[in-house]
Structures are given as C-alpha cells and as structure tokens.
C-alpha cells in the first residue's frame, strides 16, 4: 500500500503529463464514484470526471498542469498549480491560470474528492479579448 505522500506524488506526476490518451488510465488516479467540482462543473463518477478533461481537450490548446506545492496531511491534500493553454482556434500567447485543489484520498490512495478553486474572473475572463477589458473596468469601479 502506497503512503499519501507517495500518492500524492504519483497524482502530481499524473496531472503534469497529462494527455488524451492517459484519460484511458484515470481510474488509477480516482475511484468510481469520485466527485469532482470547478468553478464549471460538478460531477461524479468516473465517466463525468473524464469527460471534463476530455471536454478540456476539444476545446483548448496544449492544456497543461504545472504543480507547484504539496500539502499531504494523512488523506487531505491541498495542490498548487498553475494551469497554461492557448484558446482554440485563436492565435494568442499561452494563458496561465493560477489555483490550486483540495483532493481527499481513499484508503487506496486515489482520490474520491476533487475540488479545484481559483478566481475565474481575475485569471481568465480578465485576459481574454474584449471581455478582459471590461472585468478590468468593472474591478476599477469597485475598488474606487
């Protein structure tokens, strides 16, 4: 049995390679009826869970996970990361997003809770086109 460090670590590995085709292993990475909620989604089930990703992959470019830190307290996991893709279709320098993700581990080491948490104003609307311009107007107008 692996430790939650050591699950920890291979989930990290995990999201950092990611790619269409590792979508065929993510039930070594989260159990049958895991739950997984963003600011877009939430679902559970494996099968919702990969169509997520699998929706991520039709419509960005090169999405890519970049972990930055790992909390591991026994099944409770916090992650950090940045998120980088280039909008489909578009040509546009790559957008990062930053946030991070609360993962609770079963007893096997995958995860049966997914729960990612980032500012979707502040790091996408705001960097798209048009949009971008006015979020930046209507944060002005708040913060005066």
Do not use: C
């Not at 919702?48 to 991520?56: D, K, L, N, P, S």
């Not at 950090?80 to 609360?102: A, E, N, Q, Y």
Request: aromatic residues 12%.
């Amino acid at each position: 049995m692996r430790t939650p460090d050591e699950a920890v670590a291979d989930i990290a590995r995990y999201f950092e390679s990611m790619t269409p085709a590792a979508l065929a292993r993510l039930d070594e990475i989260y159990t049958a009826d895991a739950r997984f909620k963003d600011p877009f989604n939430e679902v559970q089930g494996l099968s919702a869970i990969r169509g997520v990703f699998e929706h991520m992959y039709t419509s960005l470019d090169a999405p890519r996970f970049i972990v930055h830190e790992r909390i591991v307290q026994r099944e409770q996991v916090f992650l950090s990361w940045d998120f980088v893709f280039s909008l489909r279709g578009r040509k546009t320098l790559p957008l990062t997003v930053r946030g991070g993700s609360h993962l609770k581990l079963a007893a096997d080491g995958r995860i049966s809770l997914h729960r990612d948490y980032w500012d979707v104003a502040e790091e996408l609307y705001e960097k798209l086109p048009v949009l971008g311009g006015l979020m930046r107007w209507l944060k002005r107008r708040v913060n005066s």
